[in-house]
């Protein structure tokens, strides 16, 4: 059965530094990452998808990397913002077969 | 910008009634699947539907959760009857799926529904 950890499990920072947010799987036969944001009473919104052939992918501030071998991906901010505020979570569907989510990183960044 | 819209945003009920829930998939998405999220577990996969069949439900409790698709506009979860530990955040999502693939779609979430049995 598939498992995925984040760590942490809560973040705070200032507002203007880079973090790294941590996904780790246990099995490796995964199709693709897929990196989420949720805000507070919302939905997930789709940040990035990281097929397995795939190193990393980058949108905007983001960049995600995935290392398959080790069953570990991360998510890095650059200059983080106010708005980046929210609940990040990673998951991964093994092939085919649906999504297993993990628990979640909470960011919070402070002006 | 379509979304994805469940009813009602909050329910607030006792133990024992029926419950409803019901999403509203981005038109032409053929596939739609119903999550529960906890503190506690996490985000959990209840079920899903490819083109209005049910492919798998095995995350749902049979004895009082049923999930239905009336039709390709409309997707209801009920729970009869309501129990405490049914207390959780319900989300439905959809996307467009071919074949075989399930989890590598995009899926486009709505903002759940905050869920309370008293």
């Known amino acids: 059965k598939q498992e995925v950890t984040q760590i942490p499990a809560a973040l705070s920072v200032p507002e203007g530094e880079n973090l790294v947010l941590n996904c780790s799987f246990t099995?490796?036969?995964?199709?693709?990452l897929q990196w989420f944001r949720q805000d507070p009473g919302k939905g997930l919104t789709s940040l990035l998808l990281?097929?397995?052939?795939?190193r990393e992918q980058t949108s905007g501030r983001l960049n995600a990397s995935l290392d398959k071998s080790s069953g570990r991906s991360t998510l890095y901010i650059a200059a983080s913002q106010p708005g980046d505020s929210a609940t990040y979570l990673c998951?991964?569907?093994?092939?085919?077969?649906?999504?297993?989510f993990g628990k979640g990183t909470m960011l919070l960044v402070s002006p | 910008d379509a979304r994805v819209t469940q009813t009602p945003r909050h329910k607030v009920t006792e133990m024992g009634q029926e419950v409803t829930m019901r999403c509203q998939p981005i038109?032409?998405?053929?596939?739609v699947f119903w999550y529960r999220q906890t503190m506690m577990q996490g985000l959990e996969l209840l079920a899903y539907?490819?083109?209005?069949?049910?492919?798998?439900d095995s995350g749902m409790p049979k004895d009082r959760f049923s999930a239905e698709m009336p039709d390709a506009t409309l997707a209801t979860l009920k729970i009869q009857p309501s129990e405490p530990r049914d207390s959780a955040v319900y989300f439905c999502?959809?996307?467009?799926?071919?074949?075989?693939?399930?989890?590598?779609?995009?899926?486009?979430f709505g903002d759940g529904t905050r869920l309370s049995i008293l």
């Open positions: 998951a991964v569907p093994r092939k085919y077969s649906t999504l297993t």
């Open positions: 999502a959809s996307g467009h799926g071919q074949g075989a693939l399930i989890g590598h779609q995009p899926q486009h």
């Open positions: 990281i097929q397995s052939s795939q």
């Open positions: 539907f490819r083109n209005r069949a049910p492919l798998d």
């Open positions: 038109l032409g998405h053929n596939t």
């Open positions: 099995d490796s036969a995964i199709y693709n």
